[in-house]
């Protein structure tokens, strides 16, 4: 357990046995925490980054999967990978690419920060070395919950953030020494999983899905509406992002929120601008029409 992915992340990539000169995968559309950890590790031991950009509207799921394969080369050691990225909701075929990446000999490491508990797999499954999310995302733990899956083989490589005493082999737990922590987040982590399990993961993101594609299918083809999620609505969930030519997201973003009510995020960088847009499910699709009616207004 850990208090969030980018604790779990960044466990992974500063405690990864780097050698100078090798190199590591990620794209330009990942979350900064983690980009930013890897610059800080570029910096201290001279590893060499490589960022690809995420095609928007892949033919198939080999378009992604070559864009990261090129990137990779005799020197690379460890791939980073979102299962779904938060600016624009594009979930990406994550055992394709471990497949891959594992052929070349390279290990990846899954940002799930919003996959988790929102769409319905197995990490088993997946195959990735490691894992991170947030429990305080979809499952609605209270804030500061997350977890790190770590493949047991690479449990001894790995260096703690913070210094564990002596464990056996492949023991975790040296891994998560955290000092003094409260515990009171945690104990909530039980009863969220009973109430996720109540509904079942099938049902939520069946639900996620509906919504997301009820606002989508009534603001696309409208003049000036730019819509930065995949088209194929397998390749996205709950989360999409919509922007209007000529309008700052900034702008966007305020205007929702003061003139509609409406609370949303505001991306303007690496090819998305516009604004995320995350019902989740006890929105209404009457809240929605109002969104869309907002969306018209503005446009
Ligand atoms: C893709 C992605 N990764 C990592 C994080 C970081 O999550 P946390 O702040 O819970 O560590 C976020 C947060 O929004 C995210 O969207």
Redesign the pocket.
Known sequence: MT?????S?DTIIQGFPWKRGDEAVMANQ??G??LNMFKQVQSRQGIVLKAIDIPMNPSRDEVIVDAYRKAITPKTRLLMV?H???ITGHILPIRKICDMAHSMGVEVMV?G??AFAHLDFNIKELNCDYYGT?L??WLSVPLGA?FLYIKKEHIDKTWPLIAEGKTQPGEIRKLNHTGTHPVATDLTIMDAIEYHNMIGIERKEARLRYLQNYWVDKVRGIENVVLNTPTDKRRSCAIANVGIKEMKPSEMARSLMDDHNIWTVAIDGVGVHGCRITPNLYTTTEELDRFVEAIKEMV
């Open positions: 208090r969030n992915t980018t604790e992340l990942d979350y925490a983690m979102c779904m990225v938060n940002d920060a919003h947030s305080h995302k997350g």
